[in-house]
């Protein structure tokens, strides 16, 4: 079936990178755009940006350039978030989702908790 | 402050009917974009619940519906039952951002 599974909890102090995975099954994965979410603590649901899973092109949304880097490795039908230079404010559950643009965002990972804290 | 805006929180008792409102302006909703809604129960990753403003994805029962019109967007519920007890996400594009976004959430609470 159709699926995406990202990678395990993440605990990291400030400053430092962290590399968050989602590994896409059951589908063709340069068929359809990932797209990253990210949810704050008891906050709502914010639009990272996207990569095209076909180019490896990616695009992030206003708040999300500099310190985030969306990546591939369509050997591995695998999307990477990256953050570095972690702030306390990056404490979230981060979220991948397959775009079908008129269809929505179809497919979600289960999602990934980074923690920020020394 | 969202570029589209829901309410915070909306209840109902059980059976009754909800509607969830989604207001955005002419660079988005206005304009013809797509809008979908999403479902997030508490602890759990969003779940598609209709997109192309009416849609409902296989599997999502016909108690959910979708609307549109002008710059807002509507997500009703009848039938309510205490399951239906989430957070709500409206989402669409704009194109003074020339990105996709989300509408700030509504919690859902059935009493």
């Not at chain 1, 899973?53 to 695998?78: E, H, I, K, M, W």
Request: charged letters at 15%.
């Amino acid at each position: 079936q159709v699926q995406l599974v990202q990678s395990g909890s993440e605990l990291k102090n400030p400053g430092a990178s962290v590399k968050v995975s989602c590994k896409a099954s059951g589908y063709t994965f340069s068929t359809y755009a990932m797209i990253w979410v990210r949810q704050a603590p008891g906050q709502g649901l914010e639009w990272m940006g996207w990569i095209n899973t076909n180019t490896g092109n990616p695009t992030y949304a206003q708040d999300f350039t500099g310190r985030f880097v969306f990546s591939l490795d369509t050997s591995l039908s695998t999307t990477f978030l990256q953050i570095s230079s972690l702030k306390a404010e990056d404490t979230a559950v981060y979220y991948c989702a397959r775009n079908r643009g008129h269809y929505g965002l179809d497919v979600w990972g289960q999602g990934t908790t980074v923690t920020v804290s020394s | 402050q969202s570029v589209l805006t829901q309410p915070p929180s909306v209840s109902g008792a059980p059976g009754q009917r909800v509607t969830i409102s989604c207001t955005g302006s002419s660079s988005n909703i206005g304009a013809g974009y797509d809008v979908h809604w999403y479902q997030q129960l508490p602890g759990t990753a969003p779940k598609l619940l209709i997109y192309g403003d009416s849609n409902r994805p296989s599997g999502v029962p016909d108690r959910f519906s979708g609307s549109k019109s002008g710059t807002s967007a509507s997500l009703a519920i009848t039938g309510l039952q205490a399951e239906d007890e989430a957070d709500y996400y409206c989402q669409s594009y704009d194109s003074t951002l020339s990105d996709r976004l989300f509408g700030g959430g509504t919690k859902l609470t059935v009493l």
